[in-house]
């Protein structure tokens, strides 16, 4: 399950290019062994409530270049979140235009367009993600894409099912087919090459046969260890096989024992890979992302005063 948590200066132009050549080396290392499985990228998620203490746009594209090396062949990933969940609706982390919906309302400024642009040049996978309430999908999508879809990075778009018609995050109404074939046609009519996540920990809130063009990610936590997690997932991988499936992992609650690996990132992922062969992406969460990679005001990062 996942919980509610409750924005910061970049690198400077010269760290920035560093960083840009420092990052396309690391990922030209990764990509030397091609991977047998369906691993297709690695590496973080972000949202403007995981994140109160943003170290700035090039923490997160050289964060998620670093998990990606840690796995053979993996392209960095982020599974960002650029429309989150506010009374009934959603806001946008960018201003939208009025005249729209009323549920869709967005910020004073846009707080993605920076990182979006150093993950383009990076090669980034990006999946813009909604948490929609009770503002239609379909719309949101097209709000999102308008923004971004002209950015190469983006690969995709994707809903977390809890916030579907909900407030309540072990809720969340089911997705329909109907609603899947919709949302997914929605995102398609700005690109044709698009695909979609649906995320959630349960797994009968999803479409019940419409799997085509979608990824199904597992967003559980609150594991008494790392063996009851890795079997969680694979319970997971088997439900939606042959589809593919993504996992988020990371989380506060479990840190009591994660955080005794020496490298909690590939340790927890290989074995996520060894146990669920269908699984494409790995993404390490924003709630302690800054615990395993801590800001280096060096390299450019906004670093948060100590208390």
Request: net charge neutral; aromatic share 10%; charged share 25%.
């Amino acid at each position: 399950m996942t919980m509610m948590r409750t924005n910061g200066h970049g690198a400077s132009p010269t760290a920035a290019a560093r960083l840009i050549v420092l990052l396309a080396a690391a990922i030209c290392v990764s990509a030397l062994v091609a991977r047998t499985d369906k691993l297709q990228g690695a590496g973080i998620r972000s949202s403007t409530y995981g994140r109160p203490n943003d170290p700035g746009p090039g923490y997160w594209a050289r964060t998620g270049t670093e998990i990606a090396a840690k796995f053979p062949g993996a392209k960095p990933e982020a599974i960002w979140i650029v429309s989150r969940l506010k009374g009934r609706g959603t806001e946008m982390s960018f201003p939208v235009p009025p005249g729209g919906d009323p549920l869709i309302t967005g910020m004073s400024e846009d707080i993605s367009e920076p990182v979006l642009q150093l993950f383009d040049q990076l090669g980034y996978r990006v999946w813009l993600q909604t948490e929609p309430g009770w503002a239609p999908v379909d719309k949101a999508f097209h709000v999102m894409l308008d923004r971004y879809g002209r950015h190469k990075c983006v690969i995709g778009v994707g809903v977390d099912i809890e916030w579907h018609r909900s407030n309540n995050p072990d809720l969340g109404d089911p997705v329909t087919d109907e609603m899947a074939r919709m949302w997914l046609a929605a995102a398609r009519s700005h690109n044709s090459s698009y695909r979609m996540f649906l995320k959630h920990f349960r797994e009968d809130v999803m479409p019940p046969t419409v799997h085509d063009g979608i990824m199904f990610v597992d967003d559980s936590q609150i594991f008494k260890s790392a063996d009851e997690m890795i079997d969680e997932f694979a319970k997971w991988g088997k439900t939606f096989a042959p589809a593919s499936v993504g996992f988020q992992y990371g989380y506060q609650s479990d840190k009591p024992w994660w955080s005794k690996m020496k490298d909690p990132v590939k340790e927890i992922g290989d074995r996520i890979l060894a146990a669920t062969p269908n699984t494409e992406t790995l993404i390490w969460v924003d709630f302690s992302v800054q615990d395993v990679f801590p800001p280096d005001s060096s390299k450019g990062d906004r670093v948060p005063l100590k208390k």
